[in-house]
């Protein structure tokens, strides 16, 4: 889980500013809503919805935006149509890089990664070409500096958690995804603060690259997480242990 912390890490680093915290409440708003759409607006009775609004409420997003999305998605606000799509490249010193998108266009959403891709000396592989590589897992992390990681593992455990490590200043606590609600929500009912939370695809293996070839990797995820329909990308670089972020 290393190359995933360290990542985790960066993004962090970088990710502060408002604009920042904007967009990612705009790619959770639409997480929210194609999960209303398609199961209704009711987290009770919506497993995927309910996962959503765990992921959004660990980002502190404001719970009117978590009730305006729900609407959205249920057609109250006008409806929304968004698509689930992942489209699978290499990029510098061939990491794999897998991009998770929602989108209500796909015609411009392949059009977009496409040009990303390219742009950054990477290129899109065709489907199944890196996707084997991961797996689905939920993943949520703390700050070492502030928390207990004996306590979180405690807690973590005892609500059917399947890892916790300690790196880079980042307690991760890993489970898989039938699990992740139920040991989010027992850490967060014990006032325990995510930096993050998610369902997301883990690489079985890393990639180790060097310096110059993990700017590239940077940026190019950057590039591709700043896209509005992109909503997640994974890959199995393993950054340097000296790596700065630019």
Request: include cysteine; glycine fraction near 10%.
């Amino acid at each position: 889980m290393s190359g995933h912390s360290k990542w985790a890490t960066i993004k962090r680093a970088k990710g502060a500013a408002d604009a920042k915290r904007g967009q990612m409440f705009t790619k959770f708003i639409k997480e929210i809503s194609i999960a209303a759409r398609m199961g209704g607006g009711d987290p009770s009775a919506n497993p995927r919805l309910r996962t959503a609004i765990l992921k959004a409420r660990a980002a502190n997003m404001p719970k009117d935006n978590v009730e305006r999305a729900i609407k959205k998605g249920t057609g109250e606000l006008g409806d929304a149509t968004y698509e689930e799509l992942f489209y699978e490249g290499y990029g510098a010193g061939g990491v794999a890089i897998l991009v998770e998108v929602l989108t209500d266009n796909k015609n411009r959403s392949a059009a977009n990664v496409r040009n990303i891709f390219a742009k950054a000396g990477g290129n899109m592989g065709a489907t199944g070409s890196v996707a084997y590589m991961f797996n689905r897992k939920g993943v949520i992390e703390y700050d070492a500096e502030t928390l207990n990681e004996d306590e979180i593992m405690e807690v973590a455990i005892e609500a059917g958690a399947d890892d916790i490590t300690n790196e880079d200043g980042v307690i991760t606590v890993t489970t898989d995804p039938s699990n992740f609600e139920a040991v989010l929500e027992s850490l967060q009912e014990k006032g325990f603060e995510s930096l993050s939370a998610e369902i997301g695809m883990i690489p079985d293996m890393y990639t180790e690259v060097d310096s110059e070839t993990a700017g590239k990797i940077q940026r190019l995820i950057e590039r591709l997480e700043e896209d509005d329909d992109v909503q997640n990308v994974y890959s199995n670089c393993e950054f340097p242990e000296d790596f700065q972020p630019e």
